[in-house]
């Protein structure tokens, strides 16, 4: 959370998704979490290896890995370069927030643990991954067409994302898949009020926009 250059954040993120691996494996060890532990790290390492695309763009553009690098050059990079960087840490932040389609992994990793390690998911990992995608949109990038145009489509992705995960969890007999999926719906719930806090920021809406970032933040 407080990490404030590339290199030094990547480390823990990959230390973040390989710790909660071996929680799971160190509560329960057989065939079934087995199985499930290892989709959750294959869905995590793909999110991985996109962000690692997105800081390599971000800090090639900026002339440096460091954060506030990031948010005092992002007006100097070209409006489709900022769409991609924006698209890749989407995809690479939304692999661990269990945006479509990675909720995937959700189930059989939270199933897999007791009930604590789904608490530290939910309410450290999934936090750190809301609060890199919304620093990267509130603060990264810029308002230009192809920002707004990639907000659109983030909002889309998380309305879709959060309909499909609550449909899923209805479907659940274990509780604790069940609130995995519960997760990742409010995840996409609050990734939603992030894309929704960058269009108003675009057009200028600034109480809105705050607003809509509170709102997203207490979610």
């Known amino acids: 959370f407080s990490l404030q250059d590339a290199a030094s954040f990547f480390i823990a993120w990959e230390v973040m998704s390989f710790g909660g691996a071996v929680m799971i494996l160190g509560e329960r060890l057989d065939k079934g979490i087995d199985r499930s532990v290892f989709l959750m790290l294959c869905l995590l390492e793909v999110g991985a290896v996109v962000i690692l695309l997105g800081l390599i763009a971000f800090s090639y553009a900026a002339g440096g890995i460091s954060f506030s690098q990031f948010a005092s050059s992002a007006h100097n990079l070209p409006n489709a370069l900022q769409f991609f960087i924006g698209l890749l840490f ?3 932040f939304g692999a661990k927030l269990g945006i479509l389609p990675f909720y995937e992994w959700f189930p059989g990793a939270y ?3 007791s ?4 608490a530290m998911f939910s309410g450290v990992i999934l936090n750190a991954a809301f609060f890199a995608i919304s620093r990267v949109f509130l603060t990264w990038l810029t308002p230009s067409i192809a920002t707004f145009t990639l907000a659109i489509f983030v909002c889309i992705i998380a309305v879709i994302s959060a309909i499909l995960a609550i449909l899923y969890a209805f479907q659940q007999s274990d509780w604790r898949r069940l609130l995995s999926l519960s997760s990742a719906e409010n995840a996409s719930i ?3 009020l992030v894309g929704t806090a960058f269009l108003f920021k675009e057009e200028g809406l600034l109480k809105l926009a705050t607003l809509a970032a509170v ?5």
């Open 190 to 192: 609050a990734v939603l």
């Open 90 to 92: 989407f995809i690479g």
């Open 215 to 219: 709102v997203a933040y207490l979610h």
């Open 111 to 113: 199933g897999g643990g």
């Open 115 to 118: 009930g604590a390690t789904g």
